[in-house]
């Protein structure tokens, strides 16, 4: 976005010109932009571009960087796109039918009407990862066949009672089927 162009162009300017330490700072603050030193160096080389454009920028067009966002409902994707940020930074496995649920959830509480919704098509669900840097695992054995969110019900319900009884570190260990082997 070119709010955040002119903010790590400033920041560059600011803290001895040094591209590398510029892109190493601002992708530790936009992980999901994955800023490195080529593109600092790119956004340097045509930094008069960047600042005459922001200085005609509307307030409403500030989240453009090449061209104006042509999202349809930029409520729902802003709500999106700071759902799959937090859910990130707590490590919460994103499916594409999770995303899709989100997205529908996030319409509804825009009040966007059935028929002027998205398709969520296996093409929309692409675009979305790539523009937010998800990308796609596949699980194998026991982790394939786990259910996420019985998983993290369960992850929460385990949490909570070590919390309740007080067990330390020292007293949690892991078991599984691997013990039958050595007993």
């Not at 709500?79 to 859910?87: G, I, N, T």
């Not at 969520?120 to 990862?129: Q, V, Y």
Request: proline fraction near 3%; hydrophobic fraction near 40%.
């Amino acid at each position: 976005m070119l709010a955040q162009r002119i903010e790590i162009l400033d920041w560059y300017h600011a803290n001895g010109e040094n591209q590398s330490k510029t892109a190493k700072h601002f992708d530790a603050i936009y992980p999901n932009l994955k800023i490195k030193q080529p593109l600092v160096s790119a956004w340097v080389k045509e930094e008069a571009k960047w600042r005459e454009e922001w200085e005609h920028a509307d307030a409403e067009v500030t989240c453009m960087g090449k061209r104006a966002c042509q999202t349809q409902h930029p409520e729902v994707t802003e709500m999106m796109d700071l759902w799959v940020s937090k859910a990130m930074s707590d490590n919460l496995l994103l499916t594409g039918e999770v995303l899709r649920q989100k997205w529908t959830r996030f319409a509804d509480l825009a009040g966007v009407p059935t028929d002027e919704r998205l398709n969520l098509s296996d093409g929309w669900l692409a675009r979305f990862k790539t523009r937010n840097g998800l990308k796609q695992f596949k699980r194998h054995g026991e982790a394939a066949s786990a259910d996420p969110e019985r998983a993290e019900r369960e992850r929460r319900r385990i949490q909570e009672l070590i919390e309740k009884y007080g067990y330390e570190l020292r007293d949690i260990f892991n078991m599984d089927e691997t013990g039958f082997f050595f007993a």
